[in-house]
């Protein structure tokens, strides 16, 4: 308690703890003495003193009788654990902060080489967030989805704008080009450090439960959730939106097909999430 204190020991004999702080002080911390006397339980708590933080233990000593006579006291210094903390904190949120520049940079290349598809992977972004919220998957998840979504088609700066943009219907040669978007998106972010499976989300968006999905054919479980539930979005968001070669099909067509191919192209959690959303009017495309 001397170093604590800054004190010598001389100095403390004869002295109660309490001289020792400023009376507001002196009086909170009294308290949570009294607290203890008066109800026979620990209590913990954290300290600020002389610029060190110290973890407090006070608990009650014990008579024969069952009487609280005393109350032992235990502070243990913890000044370099929650400077440690501060630091991961704040190295966290500047990590997060690179993380989103990647993330936005990402993204704008896809927005100057093709609008609509900027546009279609924040819709599908939303859809998919909703979907995964509504499933009860965790903040971390979601937020890993977010991403996926946000750069799923990120493989499409490897078509030709033309193709992309094309009114009429595509050649199978052109079409083949256009399903090659997962493979060279994968590609492309395969290397970059994301603490979610965020390639593989790229990779998988467009396969399906029954392996008729492409580019690898994968089936059931093999596809990795995020990128079921990404499927899932990336339907409905097709199927509901103005396409370059067709006009929108309608968000109750596309509600039609997510409920007739449950379970069967798509995963069936997801779905049912996804129609509960739409049923309960709780989800609006913007």
């Known amino acids: 308690h001397a170093n604590m204190l800054g004190k010598s020991v001389d100095e403390l004999i004869d002295k109660c703890l309490y001289d020792f702080f400023l009376p507001d002080i002196a009086k909170s911390r ?3 003495i009294d ?16 610029e060190k933080t110290y973890d407090v233990h006070c608990c009650p000593i014990f008579s024969n009788e069952g009487e609280t006579t005393a109350v032992a006291v235990c502070a243990r210094d913890i000044t370099e654990q929650v400077s440690a903390e501060v630091s991961l904190k704040q190295n966290f949120a500047e990590l997060q902060k690179r993380l989103d520049e990647t993330v936005n940079a990402l993204s704008s290349v896809v927005k100057m080489r093709d609008p609509y598809t900027s546009d279609h992977q924040r819709r599908v972004t939303q859809i998919a967030c909703a979907i995964a919220h509504e499933m009860g998957l965790s903040k971390d998840q979601v937020a890993g989805i977010r991403v996926g979504g946000l750069i799923h088609d990120i493989g499409k700066i490897h078509v030709p704008a033309e193709i992309l943009s094309n009114p009429g219907p595509l050649t199978e040669a052109e079409f083949n080009l256009v399903k090659s978007h997962p493979e060279i998106g994968y590609d492309i972010v395969k290397g970059i450090g994301f603490p979610w499976p965020v390639a593989k989300m790229i990779l998988q968006h467009h396969e399906r439960l029954d392996g008729s999905g492409y580019p690898l054919g994968l089936q059931g479980k093999k596809i990795i959730l995020e990128a079921r539930i990404l499927g899932i979005a990336d339907v409905v968001e ?3 939106s103005h396409r370059p070669y067709r006009p929108a099909i309608g968000i109750d067509k596309a509600i039609e097909e997510i409920s007739r191919n449950r379970d ?3 995963d069936a959690e997801a779905a049912d999430a996804l129609l509960r959303l739409f049923k309960e009017k709780r989800l609006k495309l913007g």
């Open 238 to 240: 097709a199927m509901a």
């Open 30 to 32: 009294k308290a949570k």
């Open 35 to 50: 607290e203890v006397f008066k109800t026979g339980k620990p209590v913990r708590f954290t300290d600020s003193l002389n």
């Open 264 to 266: 069967i192209l798509y």
